[in-house]
């Protein structure tokens, strides 16, 4: 018989192996980007918005008709945070910190890691550049992070 | 014709961390004390809409199939619900549009999370995000609100002192709510020392992992009135979604809630309200964190776009205030399990038929909004309800 306050469980877990398609869109984005450190967005020959990440039609013209554009490795910081725990809920020493960046000629952006600077260095609205991996595998990781841009 | 909907009684329980019944007990809970407080019988309700955020919370899929026995719903029709947070309203809302078209006479509202059953409710919170361009990020719950809590105080010159003076409000608030899960009487002071999560948030800004469930029971206009001589009626409903794609909206500033001021709009213009601030009696407002009370506050119009601040400084959302904001103690006191966060719309209900106990507010309550919450600052959805 258990003790009457200590609750019973029954204890699992649940681990479920996943292959995600990166779709029409994604497979041309993390090819570029693996294979010429290119970020490509899809402009709307409608309405004229560069969709970054790239979709392959416009939410609001609501057309498929797109075409691929380059847009520059640099933008502008929307906002950012740093975190002192792990996802999996683990206290940190040193922080680690995220920022999301609308880059230049796009309408859009990426949430990425920002590095070389520690947060009192940034602020909303300052100029910020991508600095990519060497060996880069096609996918969001072949970015290393976002740095204050250096001219 | 649109039938009109009434609110003829709310199920309660204490909201806690690791709670000892299962999901089916809990609902079993709720459900009773809905029928006990409306005076109806399970056989009374015709169908029954179910409201649940994430089933990785639980690790029962489908959960929805375990709330069926527990809710009354043997053998009738019964749906789930699920928009992220926002759960807690748009599953009332899917209630309400069963008994308002004229299918159901009485329709039983559940709404229920056991976040704690698994270690890592962050862990499940990270599998919520775009598995290409955001998950492998690593992002959280806690740094996905300072990155709009951030935005948020830049764009109208707000200060963590305001949003400590959230925290101090509704966790005392709920030191009179026996149902509540981390009443705390603090001061400005032990929230501004308290760790940071993610700047500005820190940890006495949040809402605790929680397990509990809430039950509403809705009627249509042809029995409410046999039920109570004066019912709470839902005056008006609205919902707004914004981009998943949050890097590359149209209005870039997170700091700003389009998609709130839009469910907002609608639930006003139904129900018939132009000035929220002089027409809103009492609201319950979606308050994981401190700012987030404060950015509903302002697209709920219960102050001016940016004037959260002088809302809090003022003292006018306190329980005693001009226009209480969660007497409750809102989802920082009560506790946060994400769906049955319902529980705003049920003191809603308590406030305005007087029965709120030690939380009642110390004026009249004849009209009150509550609002929801979710997703990757994507969805809200808010009721007006009123006595006529």
Not at chain 1, 52 to 60: A, L, M, S
Not at chain 1, 143 to 149: G, K, N
Not at chain 2, 197 to 221: C, N
Not at chain 2, 312 to 320: F, P, Q, V
Request: proline residues 4%; hydrophobic residues 40%; charged residues 25%.
């Amino acid at each position: 018989m258990a003790k009457k306050n200590i609750k019973m469980t029954i204890d699992g877990e649940i681990q479920i192996n996943y292959h995600w398609s990166l779709g029409k869109a994604g497979e041309r984005f993390f090819t570029e980007l693996r294979d010429n450190k290119r970020i490509m967005g899809t402009k709307c020959r409608q309405c004229g918005r560069i969709l970054v990440p790239p979709r392959i039609f416009c939410e609001e013209c609501f057309v498929e008709d797109m075409e691929w554009v380059q847009v520059e490795p640099k933008g502008t910081l929307v906002t950012f945070g740093e975190s002192y725990f792990s996802t999996d809920g683990k206290k940190l020493k040193d922080p680690w910190m995220l920022g999301i960046v609308r880059l230049n000629g796009s309408d859009g952006g990426l949430i990425h890691f920002l590095g070389e600077a520690r947060p009192e260095d940034l602020q909303i609205g300052m100029p910020m550049e991508a600095v990519f991996k060497d060996k880069r595998e096609g996918n969001i990781m072949d970015i290393l992070y976002f740095r204050p841009a250096k001219n | 014709m649109v039938k009109r909907v009434a609110i003829v009684g709310v199920g309660m329980q204490k909201f806690e961390f690791r709670k000892r019944e299962t999901v089916e007990e809990m609902i079993f809970d709720v459900t009773r004390d809905a029928l006990e407080n409306s005076g109806l019988s399970k056989d009374d309700i015709d169908a029954v809409v179910f409201g649940s955020a994430v089933d990785a919370f639980c690790g029962i899929h489908n959960s929805d199939k375990v709330a069926i026995d527990a809710s009354g719903g043997l053998l009738k029709p019964t749906m789930r619900n699920s928009t992220s947070g926002s759960t807690a309203i748009s599953t009332p809302i899917l209630g309400y549009t069963h008994v308002a078209s004229g299918m159901y006479d009485i329709v039983m509202v559940i709404c229920f999370e056991k976040m704690s059953e698994n270690h890592a409710a962050q862990a499940v919170f990270n599998t919520v995000y775009d598995e290409a361009f955001v998950r492998p990020i690593g992002l959280n719950v806690p740094i996905q609100c300072g990155l709009e809590a951030r935005a948020y105080l830049h764009r109208y010159g707000l200060t963590e002192r305001q949003m400590a003076k959230v925290s101090v409000k509704n966790r005392g608030n709920a030191l009179a709510n026996p149902y509540a899960q981390l009443p705390m009487k603090l001061t400005v002071e032990d929230v501004m020392a308290s760790p940071y999560l993610s700047w500005p948030v820190k940890l006495l800004d949040t809402s605790p992992v929680t397990d509990g469930a809430r039950a509403v029971i809705l009627a249509s206009e042809d029995v409410a009135k046999e039920l109570d001589d004066d019912p709470v009626w839902i005056k008006g409903v609205g919902r707004g979604a914004d981009s998943v794609w949050f890097m590359g909206r149209r209005n870039a500033d997170l700091g700003r809630l389009d998609y709130a001021y839009l469910a907002a709009q609608q639930a006003y213009d139904m129900a018939g309200i132009r000035n929220p601030m002089a027409e809103i009696d009492y609201a319950e407002v979606y308050d994981p964190f401190t700012y987030k009370e404060m950015q509903h506050c302002e697209a709920l119009g219960l102050c001016p776009e940016g004037g959260a601040g002088r809302m809090i400084d003022e003292g006018i959302s306190l329980k005693d205030g001009d226009l209480p904001v969660n007497a409750s103690g809102g989802l920082q006191g009560e506790g946060n399990p994400i769906g049955a966060g319902m529980s705003r719309l049920c003191w809603c209900y308590l406030q305005i038929k007087g029965k709120a106990g030690a939380c009642q507010v110390p004026k009249d309550v004849n009209t009150a909004v509550a609002n929801g919450w979710g997703g990757m600052y994507q969805y809200n959805a808010v009721m007006v309800l009123g006595r006529d």
